[in-house]
């Protein structure tokens, strides 16, 4: 085989390979990405219910059961600035990274490498009901609302951003 028939044919064997990991991964909707995405990944989630866009909370939203779950947008078509899950009605789960039930939910919604950066990430601090953890790629705030769990996902390199603005939200009016 000449230089450029072997070229070629490692490269064709490279983009096959390519698409067939894409395939096969499975979508994960996670901030920073499209909402265009996150509302199509959501479609495919059993756990998930369909998402629309509400104007007043800047996101799309929907409630399935006791699941409640969101997408804070920077615009109607906008990247997504962070994601939330609330289970109501469940005092057996609650959104700390020791909550076997609370891992589960995340692993079913998302996968296994999402349930685990929660799982591992570490405590931060706690700023009035929110609890500021640090995984590996994303950042968490875990909080306890009435009758139920709350958790955000948020970029990690927002955190401190996050914690800046509970902190003023704690002795300054702010619209939540």
């Known amino acids: 085989m000449d230089k450029s028939c072997k070229f070629n044919y490692l490269f064709n064997v490279t983009l096959c390979a390519i698409a067939i990991i894409l395939a096969v991964t499975p979508a994960n909707a996670l901030p920073e990405q499209n909402i265009n995405s996150v509302v199509k990944w959501a479609k495919t989630r059993p756990q998930l219910p369909t998402l629309r866009y509400n104007s007043e909370a800047h996101g799309y939203e929907g409630t399935k059961g006791k699941l409640y779950f969101y997408a804070d947008v920077t615009s109607e078509n906008g990247t997504v600035t962070k994601e939330g899950i609330t289970m109501s009605g469940d005092s057996s789960l609650k959104f700390t990274t020791k909550n076997a039930k609370a891992v589960k939910l995340l692993q079913n919604i998302y996968n296994f490498n999402i349930a685990n950066d929660f799982q591992k990430s570490r ?21 306890e609302v009435r009758d139920g769990s709350a958790l955000q996902i948020i970029p990690l390199n927002k955190l401190q951003e996050f914690i800046d603005n509970a902190k003023y939200c704690q002795t300054n009016q702010c619209d939540i």
């Open 123 to 143: 405590y931060i601090t706690k700023v009035g009901r929110d609890q500021f953890y640090r995984g590996q790629k994303f950042a968490y705030i875990a909080a």
